[in-house]
C-alpha cells in the first residue's frame, strides 16, 4: 500500500456473532487467543471498508500466524524522503501525460496548467461524491451478504 493509505481495519465473525473488530494484527491476535480450537466453526474476517473477505492460515503459533499476514501500510514513524512540489502546502508534483492542445487549453486559463487542473478535479469530485459514496457502500454491503465462505 502506498505512504497515506489508511490502516486496514476489520472485523472477524464466527458464524453471525462479530468476536474482534480493529487493525488486522489485533483482529488475528485476538481469535488466535481466544478461538484456537480446531473444533470451532470457521471464522470469517472481513475488511471494514471494502467488506472483501481476508484470508488468514491460523496454523501454527501466534508468532507464526501474524509473520505471514500482508504487509500493513507505514504508518510515517520513519523520515518522509524529499518530495518535489510544496509538500507544506500539501501540494504533490506529479506527471500527467496530455496532447499538445489541452495544454494550450489549460495555459491559457488563468492561474495555469496545475491551477486549472485543480479546480476541474475538484469540481468533479464534489459532483460525483455523493453518487460514489453510495455506490461504494451499495457494493461492499452487497459482498458481505452474498459471502458464502467459498470466495464466490
Known amino acids: 500500500m502506498p505512504r497515506g493509505s489508511p490502516i486496514l481495519t476489520c ?4 458464524g453471525e456473532r462479530a468476536i474482534a473488530s480493529g487493525t488486522l494484527v489485533h483482529v488475528v ?3 488466535k487467543d481466544t478461538f484456537d480450537h480446531p473444533h470451532l466453526s470457521p471464522i470469517l474476517i472481513f475488511d ?5 473477505p481476508i484470508e488468514i492460515d491460523f496454523r ?3 508468532e507464526a500466524v501474524l509473520k505471514r499476514l500482508p504487509k500493513q501500510p507505514d504508518t510515517g514513524t520513519t523520515a518522509d524522503p524529499p518530495r518535489v512540489g510544496r509538500p507544506k502546502l500539501g501540494v504533490i508534483a506529479g506527471e500527467v ?11 491559457s486559463h488563468p492561474g495555469g496548467a496545475s491551477v486549472t487542473l ?6 468533479a469530485r464534489h459532483g460525483r461524491e455523493k ?6 457502500a451499495r457494493g461492499a454491503g452487497s459482498r458481505l451478504l452474498l459471502y458464502d465462505g ?3
Open 11 to 14: 472485523t472477524a465473525f464466527l
Open 29 to 31: 491476535s485476538t481469535v
Open 48 to 52: 471494514d471498508a471494502t467488506s472483501q
Open 60 to 62: 501454527g503459533t501466534k
Open 97 to 107: 501525460t496530455l496532447l499538445p492542445r489541452h495544454w494550450e487549453w489549460l495555459k
Open 118 to 123: 485543480r479546480k476541474l478535479i475538484d469540481e
Open 131 to 136: 453518487q460514489n459514496t453510495r455506490r461504494e
Open 150 to 152: 467459498y470466495g464466490r
